[in-house]
Nanobody
Framework: VQLVESGGGMVQAGGSLRLSCTASRSIFWTYKMDWYRQAPGKQRELVASDDSTKSPDSVKGRFTISRDFGKNTVYLQMNSLKPEDTAVYYC??????????????WGQGTQVTVSS
């Protein structure tokens, strides 16, 4: 297993969660890491990227991606959560020259449920 996610759970609207994606050292230090989500019946959607300009309007100003180089971990900080943020969240790794969408590795996903 190359990417391991954690931190999902249930939270009330307006709350915050921080998701973690721990990678092997070689992947963390070499690859770009992005976060996606997939809600029931919907397509998988990019929510945060190492190419920081790429995120949908629905999460701008609320979701932030960051890295902890000492822990080989990428975080997704999610604030002001809304019920429509409910989804399974995935981290994904791509080579530095690869475009968003061209991934070599995916995490197993972690469920986030936001209640109203």
């Amino acid at each position: 297993v190359q990417l391991v996610e954690s931190g999902g759970g249930m939270v009330q609207a307006g709350g915050s969660l921080r998701l973690s994606c721990t990678a092997s050292r070689s992947i963390f230090w070499t690859y770009k890491m992005d976060w996606y989500r997939q809600a029931p019946g919907k397509q998988r959607e990019l929510v945060a990227s190492d190419d920081s300009t790429k995120s949908p309007d629905s999460v701008k100003g609320r979701f932030t991606i960051s890295r902890d180089f000492g822990k080989n971990t990428v975080y997704l900080q999610m604030n002001s959560l809304k019920p429509e943020d409910t989804a399974v969240y995935y981290c994904a790794a791509r080579r530095p020259v690869a475009a968003v969408g061209e991934y070599d590795y995916w995490g197993q996903g972690t469920q986030v449920t936001v209640s109203s």
